[in-house]
């Protein structure tokens, strides 16, 4: 794969489309030094970007969160992903939407810096966030070094890029153990979500997956509780200890990223996948959403 910084085409950066190797930041960045910086991860299917204004609202929040505004209405930024989007012509893709501090002020405090934006777009190769086969062989999961911190010692809500050191730890040392990706609890010991997905189970045909107190709230996991709902399927959101692997007949994470994947194992539990009705249903009902076969509605709770 070529690394991200050597590949061509245009990036929409600070209000105009800029070369691929042009767009750059500075080391004495705000951004890079305190993590001043947020992201949002899109996908594109058929061509179109996938839930972009749910996206676009909640980077404004995670903006908020780190006491920053964005530099550009959310119609700007609309405009300028699917300006990107199409000058790439890209077809099944993924889009990264980035804002953070400036370089005007390099201390903790940073009341008056500048702003960044760029959104970057490129073809998703099948196999990059999952494993091409991870669909039908489902996925294994170990729990994590690192939980997830209450929403008292970090700001959570803001999908921040200071938020993810604890997901690159963990997820590491899941993969050294032979594991896809970790756990990670929170801080009174329950399941919270995987390294860049939330996760659900299943247990005689009821859902079941944790509250998002100490997380972002999952654009893909409202997808799958509405269409839990069309069908009929009955969710519990609750907290969910890791006793809680060992009772479930099964389980998934779903995300952006990853979409819908099962999960065949938790440490020593390990799940049935081909009778899981549930799993079954939920996956194309969400196949369905993407590709705007479906008039599931999910609503936009991160616009403010
Ligand atoms: C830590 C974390 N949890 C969960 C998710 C899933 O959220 P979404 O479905 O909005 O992509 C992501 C990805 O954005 C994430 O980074």
């Known amino acids: 794969m070529i690394p991200f910084d050597q590949r061509t085409g245009k990036i929409w950066y ?26 949002e991860g899109v996908r594109v299917y058929g061509g179109e970007p996938f ?45 990264r939407v980035n804002a953070w501090r400036g370089s005007e002020i390099i201390q903790t405090a940073a009341l008056h810096t500048s702003v960044h934006t ?30 997830r911190p209450a929403p008292q010692y970090a700001p959570v809500k803001s999908k921040a890029a200071g938020n993810y050191m604890i997901g690159t730890v963990s997820k590491n040392e899941a993969l050294r153990a032979g594991y896809d990706d970790a756990l990670l609890l929170d801080d009174n010991g329950n399941f919270v979500e995987v390294t860049g997905a939330h996760l659900f189970f299943t247990r005689n045909g009821v859902l079941h997956t944790p ?13 799958v509780l509405a269409i839990a709902e069309r069908e009929g399927i009955e969710c519990v959101v609750g907290d969910l200890a890791p006793s809680f692997a060992g009772e479930a007949d099964g389980a998934f994470v779903c995300g952006t990223a990853c979409e ?37 509605e999910v609503p936009n709770v991160w616009a403010s």
């Open 14 to 39: 600070d209000g105009g489309l800029v070369d691929w190797a042009d767009a750059k930041l500075h080391v004495l960045s705000h951004g890079l030094h305190y993590a001043s910086s947020i992201f």
């Open 51 to 95: 839930m972009l204004t749910e996206h676009i609202s909640r980077l404004r929040g995670s903006a908020r969160v780190l006491d920053f505004d964005l530099e550009y209405a959310d119609e700007t930024l609309h405009a300028a992903t699917l300006q990107v989007v199409a000058e790439a012509g890209i077809t099944e893709g993924y889009i």
């Open 260 to 296: 819908i994947l099962p999960v065949a194992r938790i440490e020593e539990h390990h799940y049935d996948l081909g009778g899981n009705e549930v799993i079954q249903k939920l996956i194309s009902g969400y196949r369905d959403l993407t590709a705007g076969r479906s008039d599931v």
């Open 118 to 147: 760029s959104v970057a777009a490129w073809e998703l190769p099948a196999g990059y966030y999952a494993a091409a086969d991870a669909l039908d062989k489902g996925i294994s999961l170990v729990i994590g070094r690192y939980r």
């Open 211 to 223: 509250t998002t107190r100490c997380t972002i709230d999952g654009i893909t996991r409202a997808c």
